[in-house]
């Protein structure tokens, strides 16, 4: 997330931090090369100058230059003007009287469809009754698609202008959407409408009767974060003509420089709610501008990690990886059980970025690597036996062959994939020593063991 933006502020406090310091040229270069950070990353000009006075006001007037750790005080000034442009946290408006309905609006290719199932499968995570309405009639593979999403997450979809009523209006869809769900008990409807290559009246007049004829509870426009300033002018005409309630950032996870995202809510006025941090539908983010500030700035984010996990892994299954954890003797397979929690909560990418001070070694880390080396790792554990996962000290050479040729790796991959996890062995132990600092410098060092 928004790497080429971290990579330049790392640079820029790695100089800070070199001196002992602080002058008010010192602030005054750092902030020069902030300023074309930011600019480069695609953030727009006029905000980034009201930016870099407030982060220039508040270091000097702070006396950032007599503080004893001068470099740590103007990062936490640049973390904290950075969250307040970001914005903070607001929840969806789910409160009112069923059926809640939630429209989501946006141009053709910003991934409203598979936004759709996403915020689908996080209201139904909290216990609500989802109905998904596709209301894009243009575009029969979007309601096809909605209907593949519906059905993989086991929540119901509108059977959109099926052969008995193939001529429905957006209007009539909703309509008729709205008394299946008093007749079903569904709490909330998700629309997802129709997009454009490009704002048109058309397009727009058809939202603005879809708002006038039923008030969505929740206007949100989902807007493809690549796009940088694009997907924000975009945003702005939404809001001007349909006043939306919030934004949805999808691909953050594809953005290396996050214009969008550091412009969007101070051009609109309006909260990014959530954000697309994948191609799964569970990759999706409740949007915390603090969070996201101290990512961008090499800082992690161990609390939506936590989340994750929570959301990802029952009880049952976290005191199962506890006691693989503790005991005595760590087997292959433990750490095959561990590995699968690894997917669940997401890609290795996505989980070490959240780890604090992972920034300084992500320049030796490969997660394509590391991703395509987890894979090899599996079919490695797959072809062995219950009994050689319980005691990998009976893998003789025989053993190993026959490994290697049920996973089509070549012997030396399984010899490899031994000591790698002899040394995982080692690292857990240290677990049951380490309450707090151990275990994330431990989880860094698997992450370099597992991508060399």
């Known amino acids: 997330m928004f790497d080429n933006l971290s990579s330049k502020l790392e640079k820029v406090f790695k100089h800070l931090r070199g001196f002992g310091k602080l ?8 902030l020069k090369d902030v300023r074309l950070s930011l600019l480069e990353a695609d953030v727009n000009y006029i905000i980034v100058k009201e930016f870099i006075e407030n982060v220039k006001n508040k270091a000097i007037g702070e006396k950032v ?11 936490k000034i640049i973390r904290d003007e950075m969250a307040a442009l970001l914005g903070e946290s607001e929840p ?24 759709a199932g996403k915020l ?14 596709p209301a ?22 509108y059977d959109t202008r099926n052969e008995a009523n193939p001529d429905e209006k957006p209007a009539e869809i909703v309509k008729n ?14 629309i997802d409408t129709a997009g454009r290559l490009e704002i048109d009246e058309p397009l727009m007049n058809e939202l603005k009767e879809l708002k006038n004829k039923f008030a969505p509870n929740e206007i949100l426009f989902v807007a493809d974060s690549m796009l940088g300033q694009s997907a924000v002018n975009v945003a702005k005409k939404f ?5 939306i309630t919030g934004v949805i950032l999808t691909k953050v996870d594809g953005d290396s420089r996050g214009g969008a995202a550091l412009s969007i809510k101070k051009t609109i006025n309006k909260p990014i709610k959530f954000i697309g941090t994948g191609e799964k539908l569970s990759d999706f983010e409740i949007f915390h501008g603090d969070r996201v500030a101290e990512r961008i700035l090499g800082m992690g984010d161990v609390l939506s990690l936590i989340e994750k996990a929570q959301e990802s892994i029952d009880e049952k299954t976290a005191k199962s990886l506890e006691a693989s954890i503790t005991k005595k003797d ?22 070490a970025s959240m780890i604090p001070g992972f920034s300084k070694i992500k320049d030796k880390f490969n997660p394509e690597a590391a991703e395509k080396e987890l894979v090899k790792i599996k079919a490695i554990i797959n072809s062995m036996t219950e009994k050689e996962r319980k005691n990998p000290d009976i893998l003789n050479g025989g053993r190993r062959k026959r490994i290697a040729l049920g996973s089509g790796v070549t012997v030396n991959d399984v010899n490899i994939f031994i000591n790698k996890f002899e040394e995982v062995k080692k690292m857990m132990k240290s677990f049951k020593k380490n309450k707090f600092g151990g275990p994330l410098k431990n989880i860094k060092n698997m992450f370099n063991n597992i991508n060399q």
């Open 177 to 190: 959407a709205i008394n299946i769900s008093e007749k079903n008990a569904y709490d909330t409807i998700i």
């Open 65 to 75: 230059m007599d503080s004893l750790t001068p470099s740590q005080q103007m990062i």
């Open 92 to 115: 969806l408006n789910i409160k009112a009287k069923p059926p809640v309905i939630i429209m989501l609006a946006g141009l053709q290719g910003s991934g409203k469809t598979t936004t």
């Open 330 to 351: 760590f087997t292959i397979k433990d750490f095959a059980d561990q590995l699968g929690m690894v997917s669940k909560i997401g890609g290795v990418a996505q989980i």
């Open 120 to 133: 689908a499968l996080y209201l139904s995570r909290i216990k609500r009754s989802v109905y998904l309405v």
């Open 23 to 30: 002058s008010e040229k010192n602030i005054e270069d750092a």
């Open 136 to 157: 894009d009639i243009y575009r029969p593979a979007a309601i096809l698609q909605l209907k593949k999403i519906g059905a993989s997450i086991n929540i119901p979809v």
């Open 239 to 243: 809001n001007d003509m349909l006043g």
